[in-house]
């Protein structure tokens, strides 16, 4: 039941067959997948959409899958959550929260993509799969490789948080460190590929893998009710998940799923790692790649595969980027737990904190409907708040204890 | 002495299937040219018409994006190594 035709070259629209593959072969451009719409078109309405299952195979059409999806059936359809004590904290009317910081079964956006990539890479007969990664998606491919009994090697800079080390080193597979940046992890996998056959997500199987964030989009706009926000703020580290956003929205237009989408997508990065932001804000339509210094590694992508695709999706959207310190990283992480009960790690800190700079300029107004792209779990980035939280008061277990003790623990919150 | 330089798989079609070919100059562009002389067709693929480096092409001397450096002007010698490397994605 396979919608694809085949996948083609951004840049210069080579066409090439439905095999593993990571860049146009001839200008190294990113390649998307092609999809037969016209055969998609009879098989999706919003009814059959509504009557399937609450994950994110209620869009298997507008997945490049040939079969059913073998890996991570439970993953997507995550909460949107209706934000009222953020938005008037916020001085916005409506805002929401697009939750995958409790996409199953790693806590991140990364299942969707990981789902998609680890089911093809069955499709294609690997038996080994592997990654290179800032985190999140180490903790995708090790957790749903497991559960298949997929052997896979996870490469990750040497310097990532305890929390994504350990949630991927307990699926038992093989993690190696690198001695250096995302950058030269990926610089590294880039060869190995080459000399293994191995299924490699963020690689050889990138087109299909980078299809898996249109997930995240087209639930978006079925859970507003079949309609874009007027704005969605989107974090950035190569690029692919804004642009995946953009495509979910175009292809629900297209398939008369929603009405013509006037949505601005934003992006969002750090300012230690704000290579697409300094683009746009320069005006450039270049990327000049950068040395990362942030505490939201998760996004610490300095030469971002993608940033000049997302480039364009936030100019031609009517969006806008934008970056934050990492002082207003964590204030954003202290504010969308404060006011709706939700920890989320370090990248979901930098959509929020950008998403109030952005307010304050004036590029969203009182009135745009805003979405808050949130794409993972506080619990995995501790080490980006401890320290900057009051202690608890210890006291013997005494009522008169507490009760002379409650002024002060009153006063800390 | 020639220096090193690393093919990606996308390129290994031109260069007989060899991962690693040797070009002679002082600079990266003087190395690319010299390449496609007895590769005909590389530079082509690494650069755009106007001459730049390609949008989703990397070029490394040593462990260091040129565009850190001096871009294709950078000086280059024959102990150093240059890594000719697509665009990854990731996180």
Redesign the interface.
Known sequence: MSFVNGLQCR?CDQSYPKEPL?????????LEVVYDYEAIRPRLSREIIGNRAPNMWRYAELLPLDGEARVGGQAGFTPLVRADNLARRLGLKDVYIKNDSVCAPTLSF?DRVVAVALSKALEFGFDTVG????G??ANAVAANAASVGLNSYVFIPADLEMGKVLGTLIYKNNVIKIDGN???V??L???I??KYRWGFV??NL?PF??EGSKSFGLEVAEQLGWRTPDCIVVPM??G?LITKIRKAFTEMEKLDLIPDSRCRIFGAQATGCSPITTAVKAGRD?I??V?PDSIAK??A?G?P??G?YALKTMLESGGWGEDVSDEEVVEGIQLLAEEEGIFTETAGGVTVAVTRKLIGQGRISSDDLTVISITGNGLKTQEAVQGRLAEPAVIPARLSEFEETLPQVSAVG | MPTSV?I???LR?LTGGQ?VITGTGGSVLEIIEDIDRQYPGLKD?ICESEGKV?????I?LN?E?I??LENLQTAVTEKDEL?I???????
């Not at chain 1, 990571?22 to 990113?30: K, L, Q, Y």
């Not at chain 2, 390609?54 to 990397?58: K, P, Y």
């Open positions: 840049e990571s860049v146009c072969e001839f200008c190294f451009g990113p990364k990654c290179a990664s800032t999140n998606l995302y950058d030269d990926n610089r996998c880039s060869e590929v080459g963020n690689i990138r893998y980078a580290a190569g692919s270049f000049k790649p040395k998760s996004i992508i030469n595969a993608d000049y | 690393r990606p798989v996308q079609t991962e693929r390609r949008r989703f092409v990397n490394f462990e994006d565009r850190f890594s490397i697509p665009a990854i994605a990731g996180g």
